[in-house]
């Protein structure tokens, strides 16, 4: 099974800009879709954006400050925050599964997950 760590979170003032990153210990990291997940105090763990063979998409709030990439030399996924907003002060995390969904909603899913990163805290001031 394939483990995540994610890493990058941290403190950052609105309209700033931080990189997450989302590594993978195991093989055939390319044969696996990953997702970017948030999850704040009294809220349940929503989605972020994701990447697949052929796709990317992105919760509405995000689009267009948000950007997912994944380097799979590397075995890393990443998630570039630009344009910060204190809303999106949340733990990050990123998750993974190795499995083709016929229908590429479900990989905006928690459920449809099977292994997930420890998270990252991301704080954006006012």
């Known amino acids: 099974q394939v483990r995540l760590v994610e890493s990058g979170g941290g403190l950052m003032q609105a309209g700033g800009s931080l990189r997450l990153s989302c590594t993978a210990s195991?093989?055939?990291?390319?044969?696996?879709?990953v997702g970017w997940f948030r999850q704040t105090p009294g809220k349940e763990r929503e989605f972020v954006a994701h990447?697949?063979?052929?796709?990317?998409a992105y919760e509405d709030s995000v689009k267009g400050r948000f950007t997912i990439s994944r380097d799979n030399a590397k075995n890393t996924v990443y998630l570039q925050m630009d344009s910060l907003k204190p809303e999106d002060t949340a733990v990050y995390y990123c998750?993974?599964?190795?499995?083709?969904?016929?229908?590429?909603?479900?990989?905006?899913?928690?459920?449809?997950?099977?292994?997930w990163g420890q998270g990252t805290q991301v704080t954006v001031s006012s």
């Open positions: 998750a993974a599964v190795r499995a083709v969904y016929p229908n590429s909603a479900a990989y905006t899913e928690v459920g449809s997950y099977d292994v």
């Open positions: 195991g093989r055939a990291f390319n044969t696996y879709a």
């Open positions: 990447t697949d063979w052929a796709s990317t």
